[in-house]
């Protein structure tokens, strides 16, 4: 199993910025693809980046050249900076990573999902 433990969500003025980190423990196989969703009350989760084992990044467009997806793979840890955000920013945000067992069989894990509000 892989467990993801998220920090770094809070309470941020629009314009500012903000860096969540999620952390990855337990696996004995390899963690892929790391991401970052997002979900506002009243819709779905959406993909906001994600991060490729070998650092091939994607982003939603909506924060396209504000946010940055990175990863320590010395730290099994994925990053997400934040910057010049905005009131549609605000959200819960879910670590989510794909990951192989020692059988190399595919599986998934979530954050538990750190809150991040964007307000004046």
């Known amino acids: 199993q892989v467990q993801l433990v998220e920090s770094g969500g809070g309470l941020v003025q629009p314009g500012g910025s903000l860096r969540l980190s999620c952390a990855a423990s337990?696996?004995?196989?390899?963690?892929?693809?790391m991401a970052w969703y997002r979900q506002a009350p009243g819709k779905q989760r959406e993909l906001v980046a994600s991060?490729?084992?070998?650092?091939?990044?994607n982003y939603a467009d909506s924060v396209k050249g504000r946010f940055t997806i990175s990863r320590d793979n010395a730290k099994n840890t994925v990053y997400l900076q934040m910057s010049s955000l905005k009131p549609e920013d605000t959200a819960v945000y879910y670590c989510?990573?794909?990951?192989?067992?020692?059988?190399?069989?595919?599986?998934?894990?979530w954050g538990q999902g750190t809150q991040v509000t964007v307000s004046s």
């Open positions: 337990g696996s004995k196989g390899n963690i892929n693809t």
């Open positions: 991060i490729a084992s070998r650092g091939t990044t």
């Open positions: 989510h990573s794909t990951w192989t067992d020692v059988l190399e069989l595919l599986h998934d894990s």
